[in-house]
């Protein structure tokens, strides 16, 4: 009886151990890519203001780089993806309009544009579509990342759909790096839609963190 209720403390001990040592290791790994990761300044996203005939969405994705916002969810959902990825570990901050980085700057600079589709899915501008950035059901975004100790006006990747970066024409010297994601705003969703797709763009950040940093290090001059 000894022997037996020795073994079955042993088998408590060796069950804790384990248990424990698995509960460790979970955090360990989102832990990881936190602490890894870039610091994050995230600008107010742009509203594509004019036709996005060939090559114009792209070229608007690079130039949203450095400009100041333009629609009213645009600081808004800004905020939302400082949040998200603070919640991630990542240490993330919001920059104003006109806002300079920090100088000596390093880190990724978050941006990216809003635009509308028409009925038959083709790619055109807000305003096209019918007002500001929120107003429209369909309204999509696509999100571009830039190592600001790099040229913070040439993006390595975007994330967006596909078609919305692919197939636009070309732009000098740029060459991203493309995730492929549908995110989409729906004004009548409110504040809930704004988070919604914050989370979202988030989770592809932190999701193809490894992909990101790896197109980085390619993309910068040496």
Do not use: C
């Amino acid at each position: 009886m000894r022997k037996l209720n020795r073994a079955f403390l042993a088998g408590l001990v060796v069950t804790f151990v384990t248990t424990f040592s698995h509960a460790q290791q979970q955090p360990a790994a989102s832990g990881a890519v936190a602490a890894g990761a870039p610091v994050m300044y995230v600008k107010d996203f742009q509203a594509v203001q004019e036709s996005s005939g060939s090559g114009r969405l792209l070229s608007r994705l690079r130039e949203a780089a450095h400009e100041r916002s333009a629609g009213q969810n645009a600081g808004a959902l800004a905020k939302a993806i400082v949040k998200q990825l603070s919640s991630a570990g990542i240490t993330a901050r919001y920059l104003a309009p006109g806002e300079p980085l920090p100088a000596p700057a390093s880190g990724w600079l978050i941006g990216g544009v809003f635009y509308s589709r028409d009925s038959g899915g083709r790619i055109q501008s807000l305003l096209q579509g019918g007002g500001s950035s929120g107003s429209t059901p369909n309204t999509e975004v696509s999100v571009t990342i830039a190592d600001v100790a790099g040229d913070p006006n040439v993006p390595f990747a975007a994330i967006g759909a596909e078609d919305a970066i692919k197939g636009q024409g070309s732009v000098a010297s740029w060459n991203p790096y493309i995730v492929a994601a549908k995110f989409v705003y729906k004004k009548v969703e409110g504040t809930t839609a704004v988070d919604g797709l914050a989370k979202d763009i988030a989770d592809q950040i932190v999701g193809n963190m490894t992909a990101l940093q790896q197109k980085d290090v390619v993309a910068q001059p040496h």
